[in-house]
């Protein structure tokens, strides 16, 4: 099973430290919410691990090797950094077509990814006439074009309804407990405390906290409550 592996990540822009010595583990068969106020780095130090963004020094692996040396990176780890992927123009069904040629992928895993993202009934319209949360799912659908060991989502339940966010925590519940490894970044607190097993929260670009989520509670009450403890002095870089 694939594990994820940060180790003294850092990355500065000019004079802002982004991530600062970052250092966790999301481990199989586990959820791992990455939990930070806006700017805190969360999105800089996924796209370091997906080899998007060149660290300054640290390493981010993936089952032990970098995303470049990945043999198929689709098949290892599924993404979703944004919701850019999607040509408005261009039907859901003919998207996932494309990416599945791009990654090498069976074609037949087309269908079945839009039932899981219960998508079928829209895949024949144009993707400029969905809606956020559908764009989301389709976003998610790409990224299980390739059946992963791995998930890494930034900000998954942007644009779903109660209804999707539902949806989604059971879908990521399943893969955890099949042995698979789920990394998600989130705001949506409450949420996350329903979905999540372990939890690592970071403040202007340095982990402030790292456990399971069982820990975060004993230590500091709700998620919520623990969250606005540790972050408090908010950091300011992106």
Known sequence: MTRLVLDGLSKTYGETAAVRDLSFTAEPGRVTGFLGPNGAGKSTTLRMLLGLVRPDCGSATIDGRAYADLTRPSNTVGAVVDLAGAHPGMTGHRHLRVAAALGGHDPG????????????????????TWSTGMRQRLALAT???????????????????????????????????????????SHQLSEVEHSVDDVVVIRGGNAVW????????????????????????????R
């Open 143 to 185: 990224a299980l074009l390739g059946d992963p060991d791995a998930l890494v989502l930034d900000e998954p339940t942007n644009g779903l309804d109660p209804a999707g966010v539902h949806w989604l925590r059971q879908l990521l519940r399943r893969r955890a407990d099949a042995g698979r490894t789920v990394l998600i970044s």
């Open 109 to 128: 895993r087309i269908d079945e990814v839009l039932e899981q993202t219960e998508l079928t009934g829209a895949a024949h319209r144009r993707t400029g």
């Open 210 to 237: 790292s456990g399971s989520v069982d820990e975060l509670r004993a230590s500091h009450g709700t998620v919520e409550e623990a969250f606005l403890a540790l972050t408090v002095a908010t950091g300011t870089s």
